[in-house]
């Protein structure tokens, strides 16, 4: 019979799921150079060589977290409680390395893409929650409309490899408490709701944006 992890084991795997990629585009120059290119970061081989070591240090915490979260869905199905306990501890201190390593990688980072250090890390990890969660059809779309995320695509129609599509994303998690304490108030900053002038525009926009990205018509 196949056992069931608590909390930890299961936010710990689906963790190593958000962070995945660290591992499987970081581990060559080609897919850094990929990798980061999709957020707005053109960097080259030189400039990869760069930061090589910190790259190789995200790449290797983050293949070890997915090698303990293995070991974590081996041990429910096993309903092995006494390796899942070690296992799930074990893999909240490597969550919190591969957190580290991608603080470093920022300010590694900064200088070479012109950026603060922290905001290059934000653009790291919000880049990786927003490919996680495209796996929840629509998540994303109705965090924009909520205004809790912020979208800018650019160079969409590219074929340039030099030059290629790519989106800047950023959560806004600072905003979640204003639809608890105030859900009227935001719904009139995003979109004019209630103000005498509302004539809809600033909400068919993104529903407009969200519908073109979806191969719909407009």
Known sequence: MSGTGGTIDSVAIE???LLRP?????????GARAFFAQMGFTLS?????????????????????????TA?????????????TAKGIEAIQRIVQVVDAISTLGSSMAGIVALPA???????????????LKGAPQINDVLELLGLLEREDHNQDSVDPANPPFSIINYRSDQIGTWF???GGKIRTLYGWGDNTFDGTKLFAPIERILARSGLPV
């Open 181 to 183: 304490s105030d859900a």
């Open 118 to 132: 922290d905001q290059v890390a934000k653009r790291i990890f919000d880049y990786l929650v927003f490919v996680y």
């Open 72 to 84: 974590i869905i081996e041990a429910i199905e096993a309903e092995d409680y006494g390796t899942l």
């Open 15 to 17: 963790i190593s799921k």
């Open 22 to 30: 660290l591992e499987t585009q970081l581990s060559t120059t080609a």
């Open 45 to 69: 081989d030189a400039q990869v060589g760069t930061v090589a070591a910190p790259f190789a240090t995200l790449a290797g915490n983050t293949g070890d977290l997915v090698k303990i979260t």
